[in-house]
């Protein structure tokens, strides 16, 4: 396929047409809504199932319904929205089948804003919702990522059985870049051992989150735990830049990870010996490679666009090896590489400490500035 | 001594009275005197005698009945409390030749699932629902449920369903009803024989409503719940008689041109 400008979420709804989506429920929410209207025109031209649901919770409800058939099902929302599916992201969950949902992130709390954010990091990696699981949650930077990782989705959650979330931001979903879309694929109906599909000349199955039992249950919870520790193993993904000869290592995720990789190199440029690293899997997050990272470097930066979620997880990674800072824009405020390489220097020049708490530090040379 | 004896298949080949082929081998965990068995005895009948227990796909509330698909020899869910119709909706959207029924109770449907329900039948989507109301919460132990009726005594409402601060019934037949995708809403009960034949020939229409394709369909029941009403079985299906069917009168409340026009 040719390369074309084409807008994230457009992009999105037509990989996961091409990767082999099948029901697509929604509800309209900026900055997400270009993707449900794609798919509203275009699911119904192919014969596919598009619903515009009557609600978040409605929307997700009717993607579990669809997913405990086995077929390829997905929802999108920005962040209030995703909220409210959060009770439908359990159940899903706890009843062990394969969704995916992309989250074009806003700011908030509360109604927020439309900005880009990246404020749903902690909820999508902690699960969202209630109960003992674990999301695969992947991060794109650009369009093209943003397309790759539609399919992805889609494979990671039926090896697994699990939700697979794309955490992309409002400017992911908004910015239109060139972009390669992948050649479309013929659907490829399954029947999955345990969809509840109607089938005929088989035993009757079943599909619930109810175990009654407290020992059935804890059985439930090691099963999703010893499958987490699957995908951990096998799942990690990230992205390296100017690692090898690294004396300062940036973390970041997303769009914050696109803009630092501009810092890095202006710094690069002035002969600053400092790389990037950036997750793609948030969760499970890559720690292996942050461990020998630890070793290695004289101090982190994170950047995020929240005030400091990804941080608990490289500060658990690091665990106290090298001095971590923090820089965040919160509120969908999205940073200049300019400010990044400004924190760049002032790591340079700093006496940094690791006993000091980054994100406390942050905030009074925020709230100063 | 009684001794329980297992029915071989000849002795089966002779009964006038066996377990449908739809319902699995087991006991159900419902109270003694609930009307959820006749109202499951029902379904079960139905999906026999049209012969789609292979082809049907059913979907379980959050209630008393969130057991249900223990007892359905069918392939079957159990969905959120509320979200049934939700659940529903998207299983019939990629399944379409199949038949999906949702069967909920009235905390469930009237009450937390309020917006899934009705926006079901707005879209006309072809599932059936089985609509248990009997004017309670069982599960959580006799709390107040939409369909309470004025002066009704509920844990959560001790002194007697003050409408002044707890509102009144829902009539979810009558609201139904007035949504252009309903093909089928009737309310029937299941206080005594004649009206469960009447119930029973109801649920079968609404899963031929769901085979022909004419729409959402719905059949509330009006039940029994003697426990939590602190009454015997005999008392509670009087009181059904006495008290629940003039707050919710039964009758066909949609039944479009089409539909009236199903033979089976």
């Known amino acids: 396929m040719a390369r074309e400008l084409i807008k994230g979420n457009v992009a999105m709804a037509e990989s996961a047409i091409r990767y082999g989506l099948e029901a697509y429920f929604g509800y309209p929410i900026t900055p997400q809504t270009e993707l449900l209207e794609h798919l509203a025109k275009r699911m119904p031209e192919l014969g596919r199932a598009f619903v515009q649901a009557e609600s978040e919770v409605a929307a997700i409800n009717m993607v579990y319904g669809a997913a405990c058939t086995g077929v390829r099902v997905m929802t999108s929302s920005s962040s209030p929205g995703v909220s409210l599916m959060s009770e439908g992201i359990s159940y899903i969950a706890g009843t062990e089948i394969p969704a995916v949902l992309i989250n074009v992130m806003r700011g908030g709390p509360g109604l927020g804003n439309i900005a880009p954010a990246q404020s749903d990091y902690n909820q999508a990696v902690r699960g969202g919702g209630h109960g003992d699981y674990r999301n695969i949650v992947l991060a794109p930077a650009s369009v093209q990522e943003a397309i790759d990782l539609v399919g992805l989705s889609f494979d990671l959650a039926e090896k697994y059985r699990t939700i697979a979330m794309i955490l992309a931001d409002g400017s992911i979903g908004q910015m239109m870049e060139p972009a390669e879309l992948p050649e479309m694929r013929p659907i490829q109906r399954k029947d999955p051992e345990w969809a509840t599909n109607g089938n005929p000349n088989r035993p009757r199955r079943q599909l619930t989150s109810i175990y009654l039992e407290p020992h059935d249950e804890e059985i439930t919870n090691l099963r999703l735990l010893k499958r987490w520790q699957d995908i951990q193993t096998n799942e990690v993904r990230y992205k390296e830049y100017y690692l090898d000869d690294a004396d300062y290592v940036i973390v970041g995720f997303g769009t914050a990870g696109r803009i630092a990789l501009s810092a890095v190199r202006a710094a690069r440029a002035k002969g600053i010996k400092v790389g990037l690293l950036r997750p793609i899997t948030l969760s499970p997050f890559p720690v292996a490679v942050m461990d020998e990272l630890s070793q290695r470097a004289k101090a982190f930066l994170v950047v995020e666009m929240n005030t400091g979620q990804m941080l608990d997880d490289v500060r658990m990674a690091v665990r106290g090896r090298a001095p971590i800072e923090f820089y965040g824009r919160p509120g969908g405020v999205v940073p200049f590489p300019d400010e990044i390489m400004s924190e760049i220097e002032r790591m340079t020049h700093a006496k940094l400490n690791s006993q000091t708490d980054p994100r406390m530090a942050w905030l009074e040379r925020a709230l100063a500035r | ?264």
């Open chain 2, 1 to 264: 001594m009684v001794t329980l004896i297992k029915p071989t298949f000849a002795m089966e080949q002779n009964a006038v009275y066996c377990r449908p082929q739809a319902f699995t081998d087991v006991s159900t965990h419902y109270c003694p005197g609930c009307t959820h068995g006749v109202a499951h005895r029902l379904i079960g009948e139905v999906i026999d005698e049209m012969g789609i227990r292979e082809n049907t796909v059913g979907v379980a509330p959050v209630g008393c009945s969130v057991f249900a698909y223990n007892y359905f020899n069918t392939d079957f869910v159990e969905a959120a409390h509320g979200r049934a119709p939700a659940m529903a909706t998207g299983i019939k959207r990629v399944l379409p030749d199949k038949v999906v029924f949702s069967y909920q109770g009235d905390g469930d449907l009237a009450s937390i699932g309020m917006a899934e329900i009705m926006h079901a039948a707005a879209r006309g989507e072809h599932i059936t629902v089985i609509f248990i109301n009997n004017a309670i919460y069982g599960m959580t132990g006799g709390q107040m449920a939409p369909t309470s009726l004025p002066g009704m005594k509920t844990t959560s409402s001790p002194n007697g369903r003050d409408v002044e601060t707890q509102g009144y019934p829902v009539r979810m037949a009558e609201m139904l009803a007035q949504m252009d995708g309903a093909g089928y809403v009737v309310r029937r009960s299941l206080h005594d024989p004649a009206n469960i034949r009447k119930a029973k020939k109801a649920i079968r229409t609404a899963f031929e409503v769901q085979q022909h394709g004419l729409g959402f369909s719905l059949v509330e029941l009006l039940s029994t719940c003697p426990t939590n009403w602190g009454m015997t079985p005999v008392d509670a299906l009087g009181w059904v008689n006495e008290h629940m069917i003039p707050a919710f009168p039964l009758g066909d409340y949609k039944v479009s041109p089409a539909v009236a026009q199903i033979k089976f």
